[in-house]
């Protein structure tokens, strides 16, 4: 079956700097990549999502990018605030199955 | 208002007592999931359903059942708790496989 890794698993970073969390998957079958982000008790909710025949996506300060041929996605907040704080987890989907990683959990310090 | 409703949102059970967590959307979705979430290991999917009576085994599904009578319900199953299925659980549900999943607000499931 898939496989998703997700790093890092805890991140900190200055409000107002940039936040990057990276996914790699291992079935080339997969052709979905979601990011949802969890606030402290809330159910996860999706912030953006790519396909795979698309290499990056942005919606306003938030960005994903895509790497089909190295199996690898990623995600990028820009000018972060206190309220991006929570934990963001990657997932792939094949159309059947969803694939989650194991979460990083930013920490914006104002 | 669209929405995935489950419940209970809190239960503590002893083991072998027999339980079940209710999922219900209102989005007319074709395909439903649950997880569990547990620290350290993200969402892992337990089962999902592609549509009515169709329903597969995700990656952790042991000690659990599901069944898709209707569309818009995905009851989780669990016929003989044990103290390893301590664990926070999440029902979604989608268009389909490769779409948003909207997820439920979470059950919190102890095992004792």
């Known amino acids: 079956g898939e496989n998703v890794e997700q790093h890092p698993s805890t991140l900190s970073v200055q409000e107002g700097d940039s936040a990057v969390i990276k996914c790699t998957y291992s079935?080339?079958?997969?052709?979905?990549f979601p990011w949802y982000k969890q606030e402290l008790g809330k159910r996860p909710q999706l912030i953006i999502d790519?396909?795979?025949?698309?290499g990056e996506k942005k919606d306003q300060r938030i960005a994903v990018t895509l790497n089909k041929t190295a199996k690898h996605f990623s995600l990028h907040i820009t000018e972060t605030q206190p309220e991006d704080s929570a934990v963001y987890f990657c997932?792939?989907?094949?159309?059947?199955?969803?694939?989650f990683g194991t979460g990083t959990s930013l920490t914006v310090i104002p | 208002e669209a929405q995935v409703t489950q419940n209970p949102r809190y239960l503590i059970t002893v083991t072998g007592k027999k339980l079940t967590v209710t999922c219900s959307q209102n989005?007319?979705?074709?395909?439903m999931s649950w997880y569990r979430q547990d620290p350290g290991l993200g969402l892992r999917q337990i089962y999902y359903?592609?549509?009515?009576?169709?329903?597969d085994k995700g990656d952790v599904p042991e000690g659990y059942k599901v069944s898709r009578k209707e569309k818009r319900n995905f009851p989780l199953i669990l016929e003989s708790p044990s103290p390893n299925q301590t664990s926070l659980y999440f029902c979604?549900?989608?268009?389909?496989?490769?779409?948003?999943?909207?997820f439920g607000q979470g059950t919190r499931l102890t095992v004792v």
């Open positions: 079935d080339s079958a997969s052709n979905y």
């Open positions: 997932a792939a989907s094949n159309v059947i199955q969803f694939y």
């Open positions: 989005m007319n979705h074709e395909y």
């Open positions: 359903s592609m549509n009515v009576e169709v329903t």
């Open positions: 790519i396909r795979s025949n698309v």
């Open positions: 979604a549900s989608s268009v389909g496989g490769a779409t948003e999943a909207f």
